[in-house]
């Protein structure tokens, strides 16, 4: 995990998307020397993400993942 560039992401079934958990990886990640390029938290995860496909349904946070992936490039 050192110095690997990187997205970060969470998810919970409610309207939050585990955002507290997201912050405390993001504030804790510079003590493993990672490389966070961006991230995401992905909320209502049962309503927002179709497990048979493995993708989001929800347009506006397929975009902004499509957004923060582009940040590893």
Sequence with gaps: MR???????????????AANVLKTAIDSASFFAADIRGSLSVPNFFDTFDSDNGQLTDSELAAELRKQLAKLA
């Design 3 to 17: 110095s690997k560039p990187m997205v970060i992401m969470s998810t919970s079934p409610g309207p939050y998307g």
